[in-house]
C-alpha cells in the first residue's frame, strides 16, 4: 500500500515537472519572437540605402532640380513603413523605419527637410549625413539579413541616441 502510494506521488511529481519545463518552454519562446526574415524588406532596404546616398550627394546643387526624386524616394520610405507596420512581431525594424522618415530627427527626411529649407547643403555637411544615414540603413540590413539579439541591440541603441 506505502510502495503503491509512493509510485502515485512520483508519477505526480514527474508530471508537474513535465508541465512547468514546457511552460517555461513555451514563455521563453514568447518572449524571443522576432519577425522571421523577409527577401522583400531586405531588397527594399538595400534599394533605399543605395538610392538615398545617391541623392543626397547631389545636395550641393539646388533641391529644387531633385524635388521630384526626393518625393519619389519619400514616397518609397512611407511604403516600407505601412509593410513593416504590419508584419508580425516587427516592433524593432518598424521603429528604425519610423525615424529615418521622421523630418524632425536627423536622418533622411530630417536631411531633405533641411535640404528643401535651405535650397543647397554644404559638402561637409552632407557628407556627414550620409554616414549617419548609411549607418541606419546597415543596421535595418544587417537585422533583415540575420535577426539576432546582437543586430536588435544594435538598432535599439541607435534608436537610443536618435
Known amino acids: 500500500m506505502i510502495f503503491k502510494a509512493t509510485i502515485k ?20 519562446c514568447q518572449s524571443l519572437k522576432t519577425a522571421i526574415f523577409d527577401q522583400y524588406s531586405y531588397q527594399q ?3 533605399i540605402k543605395v538610392e538615398s ?3 543626397m550627394s547631389d545636395a550641393d546643387q ?9 518625393q519619389d524616394l519619400l514616397l518609397e ?18 521603429a528604425m523605419w519610423k525615424v529615418l522618415a521622421n523630418k524632425e530627427k536627423n536622418l533622411l527626411a530630417g536631411f531633405f527637410k533641411r535640404w528643401k529649407d535651405g535650397g543647397k547643403l ?7 549625413a550620409k554616414l549617419q544615414v548609411a549607418e ?12 539576432n539579439k546582437t ?12
Open 9 to 28: 506521488k512520483m508519477v505526480s511529481i514527474k508530471k508537474s515537472v513535465f508541465i512547468m519545463t514546457l511552460v517555461l518552454v513555451l514563455s521563453s
Open 62 to 70: 539646388s533641391f529644387s532640380v531633385y524635388e521630384v526624386e526626393v
Open 136 to 147: 541606419a540603413l546597415d543596421l535595418i540590413i544587417k537585422y533583415e539579413a540575420q535577426k
Open 77 to 94: 520610405l512611407q511604403k516600407m513603413i505601412e509593410y513593416e507596420k504590419n508584419k508580425p512581431d516587427n516592433e524593432v525594424s518598424y
Open 151 to 162: 543586430n536588435e541591440t544594435n538598432i535599439l541603441n541607435f534608436l537610443g541616441t536618435n
Open 53 to 55: 546616398l545617391n541623392l
Open 45 to 47: 532596404a538595400i534599394s
Open 122 to 128: 554644404s559638402e561637409t555637411f552632407t557628407n556627414e
